[in-house]
């Protein structure tokens, strides 16, 4: 079994980052994974610190903003602090509120960059890009701590796109073929079926449409009530799966991610072999993908809170 009490999704993560934790316990069934987070934003008063009044504090948000706006890329805070005069803990508590309004996004330990909301205004920014950055350094280190095949994906028109492909050092075989930047269908995909679930009724019966569904395996489900009905239940219990589905010898768990307002974006899955016997339960594998995306999702401004346990 897998025995791991700790993942640092940023390893050499600064005292002033977030960072994310995955403890086993027992319970008395078997064993469960908890995830556990701890955050430590800097925001106790240093020296020098003074209390500022509302029109100061937006003037400075409003300048930290205009940074971002003008360099469009990722920025080191402890150098734009400098640059602009502020202390440690000033300037982390502005990208806070910053990154939970979605305005900047964090990529890495201490690092920042323009936010989904924010890339909306800029012409040379591309959101992809942005949630791209803010994922892929954790699904980097989950990929190498766990030896697993992620991919993190979302809709361009009515294809799913994969923006990032992390590769362990186990990777899976029957996930070769997959590439950054390929798209595949929704309805018989992992992370397409955890995109479809987050849509109304009314997008997801356009989407699948009266033709024809092609069946890529055997095991393809192509009904549309059948593909309706498996839609609610991914929305209720927060995954999906693609058992053998799009390849013969291929198994995909996938969850969501989301965005500062809580909207779901992107999905994040793990791909396995088939028939390989996994040391790994699907249970486990949820439980890994979960703390991967509430990482990126915090990554990108949502306010993950710790679970109970």
């Not at 791991?4 to 008395?28: A, G, M, Q, S």
């Not at 489900?221 to 799009?246: H, M």
């Not at 768990?253 to 072999?273: F, I, K, M, N, W």
């Amino acid at each position: 079994m897998w025995n791991c009490t700790h993942i640092w999704l940023y390893p050499n993560v600064d005292t002033d980052e977030d960072f994310l934790t995955l403890t086993r316990h027992p319970k008395n069934h078997g064993t469960s994974y908890q995830t556990r987070f701890a955050v430590a934003t800097g925001s106790v008063p240093e020296k020098g610190d003074v209390v500022q009044d509302d029109q100061s504090t937006l003037a400075r948000g409003v300048e930290m903003m205009a940074a971002f706006l003008e360099k469009g890329r990722e920025i080191k805070l402890a150098d734009l602090s400098r640059e602009m005069g502020l202390t440690s803990s000033t300037a982390h508590r502005l990208a806070a509120v910053l990154l939970q309004h979605g305005m900047i996004s964090r990529q890495g330990a201490g690092r920042y960059g323009p936010g989904l909301r924010l890339a909306s205004l800029m012409s040379g920014v591309n959101a992809q890009n942005v949630l791209s950055a803010a994922a892929r350094p954790l699904m980097d280190a989950a990929a190498r701590r766990f030896g697993m095949t992620l991919h993190l994906g979302c809709f361009d028109g009515e294809m799913v796109t994969y923006l990032v492909k992390s590769v362990g050092r186990s990777p899976a075989r029957a996930a070769a073929f997959t590439k950054e930047g390929m798209q595949l269908e929704a309805y018989c995909s992992g992370v397409g079926r955890v995109l479809l679930a987050a849509q109304s009724r009314e997008v997801q019966s356009r989407y699948l449409g009266e033709d024809e569904l092609v069946a890529l395996t055997s095991r393809t489900l192509t009904d549309r009530n059948a593909l309706l009905k498996l839609l609610d239940k991914i929305a209720t219990q927060g995954f999906a799966c693609d058992d053998r589905e799009i390849s013969d010898d291929l198994r995909c768990l996938a969850v969501p991610v989301r965005d500062s307002s809580g909207e779901v974006l992107a999905a994040v899955s793990v791909s396995t072999d088939w028939p390989t016997v996994s040391t790994r339960s699907d249970e486990d594998i949820i439980e890994i993908l979960q703390t991967l995306s509430a990482g990126i999702s915090r990554n990108l401004g949502f306010p993950v809170q710790q679970k109970a346990g």
